[in-house]
């Protein structure tokens, strides 16, 4: 089945039946139990993307359709999509007592799921002025970008026929929706029921800019004040998600405890625990279909937990391409964004001793010039130990996950972290701090009991990171058949969508009971 849906179906309205006495079927969900979903987001994998939020925002939707509900996505259309789209509507969007163009595209997300075809209608707003450039973010007018485009997408609906049960908003761009939803719109009849979910994938981006923005925005100086978007001298998006949201969650369970914490809450741990009752924690799936190594076609040989002796030959031929001795020493890994978020200040003061050992290092990435430098130094220096790889390179991530022995990530913070998911898939041991997503996810290996499909520190020092990876180094060199339980436990671990997006749906349905 190939048939992309229009998005003009006009779909029934929600008087027309009570959602609070539906009942659950055998089969899962009957045509009157589909919950209407739009997912909204400034980045969607596989049309624009710059990090996790985009693998979020492209998985979940799937994983929901698949279970049988109607979502559609909505996004910013962005110079760098080129996806097949068609002309759906257009309409004027109010911006500083101007008429701004929003034009209303839509294209799909095809994906196949246990031998059916589906299709999620995707809508891109697109505007020349404001999308039309090379970047995604990181431009000075980013606060009118999406202001125009969290104001595009509620004035959008009536044009299309689609009446959401839940808008699911994601990080500071979409942060004004909740706000416009419940003052703007709470007594126009076609928005009345729709409720709102605000997911914050990290909370270090908030979006603040100065008071100057509130004319931008619609709003008056009523809302500039302590209680509504002033937070410390500025207009903060991401405030107005989290006070005007339904519900609020965030992308692990241990980072929802952390944000309430002045260590973790980035100023925003005050506001955070008044909504403590509203707040919920979801670690992100990831899709096990793109990360398989025993399909996975851009690795150098297939293989699964049964089969871990061609993860070996992966090890080889990493180590051929790289330029680093063919060794039975353990390879370490990064592949990330290169920041201090991530651990590399630990990583920069352990390195000189690390090399000193048995063990073969390799990072993939981009970002701080200073780290960077530091590993380009390092692998002139130490070019049978280190290899640096300065650039966005997914076929060579996919080697990487493959043929490393461990996966490090001592981050300061992560809200989720996908990278140790992937590891595990690949049967890469992961070494990380405990911190948000990472403590949900990986156990820490007691050789007492012989359990856990990791290895984790919990002090943020170099101390710390040094003395886990001598202890996962050990295991590796000494207890091969304790390694193996490790690698084979961590691959067995399910971490698929199919399992997050239940949470989802039962999180969906708490905004609904809400709402009404």
């Given amino acids: 089945m190939n048939a992309v849906r229009t ?20 089969e899962g969900f009957s045509e009157m139990e589909k919950l209407k979903i739009l997912m909204v987001s400034a980045e969607v994998e596989p049309f624009a993307k710059t990090g996790g939020l985009a693998d979020v925002a492209g998985a979940l939707p799937m994983a929901l359709t698949a279970m049988g509900h109607d979502v559609r996505i ?12 068609s002309y759906l509507a257009d309409f004027s969007v109010e911006m500083l007592g101007r008429e701004e163009t929003a034009i209303i595209r839509e294209g799909s997300l095809n994906f196949d799921d246990s031998g059916e075809h589906y299709s999620i209608p995707v809508y891109f707003v697109d ?15 980013d606060a009118d970008r999406f202001t125009f485009f969290d104001k595009a997408v509620l004035k959008m609906l009536p044009k299309i026929g689609f009446k959401p049960d839940v808008i699911h908003c994601n990080d500071w761009q979409t942060g004004p929706i909740p706000l416009y939803l419940k003052d703007f719109y709470n007594n126009d009849a076609y928005y009345k029921e729709m409720g709102t979910l605000y997911t914050i994938h990290n909370l270090q981006y908030q979006g603040n800019f100065g008071k100057g923005v509130l004319p931008v925005l619609g709003l008056g100086e009523e809302y500039y004040t302590s209680d509504k978007l002033e937070f410390y001298g500025e207009v903060n998006f991401m405030k107005s998600g989290v006070l005007y949201a339904d519900l609020i969650n965030t992308v692990s369970e241990t980072y929802v405890k952390e944000i309430k914490t002045p260590e973790y809450g980035e100023r925003m741990n005050g506001l955070l625990n008044m909504r403590e009752k509203d707040l919920y924690g979801i670690v992100n799936g990831i899709d096990t279909v793109l990360y398989n190594p025993a399909e996975d076609h851009k690795i150098y040989k297939k293989y699964d937990y049964k089969t871990l002796h061609n993860k070996a030959i992966n090890k080889r031929e990493l180590q051929m391409e790289l330029g680093l001795p063919t060794k039975n020493c353990p390879i370490i890994s990064m592949v990330t964004r290169i920041c201090d978020q991530k651990g590399f200040e630990l990583v920069e003061k352990i390195l000189p001793d690390l090399l000193a050992t048995d063990v073969q290092f390799i990072v993939l990435g981009l970002g701080d010039p200073h780290y960077e430098n530091l590993f380009k130094e390092y692998a002139k220096k130490f070019p049978e130990k280190f290899s640096a790889n300065i650039e966005f390179n997914d076929a060579l991530a996919h080697k990487i996950y493959a043929g490393s022995d461990i996966f490090l990530m001592p981050s300061k913070f992560e809200p989720c972290g996908l990278g140790q998911l992937i590891a595990f898939r690949y049967g890469t041991v992961p070494v990380v701090r405990e911190t948000g997503g990472l403590a949900d996810t990986v156990k820490d290996f007691k050789i007492e009991q012989e359990e856990g499909n990791g290895f984790s520190f919990k002090e943020y020092s170099e101390r710390a990171l040094m003395k886990t990876l001598i202890r996962a180094i050990s295991v590796y060199k000494n207890m091969p058949d304790l390694w193996e339980d490790i690698v084979v436990r961590g691959m067995k671990e399910d ?22």
Avoid: A
């Fill in 7 to 26: 998005g003009f179906d006009i779909l029934e309205n929600s008087d027309s039946y009570n959602r609070k006495n539906e009942k659950n079927t055998k």
């Fill in 74 to 85: 909505v996004m910013p259309r962005y110079q760098c999509i080129s996806t097949k789209m």
């Fill in 127 to 141: 505007n020349y002025h404001y999308f039309d450039r090379p970047g995604i973010y990181c431009y000075g007018d």
């Fill in 495 to 516: 971490f698929s969508w199919k399992n997050v997006s239940d949470k989802y749906v039962k999180l969906y349905k708490k905004v609904i009971d809400k709402v009404f």
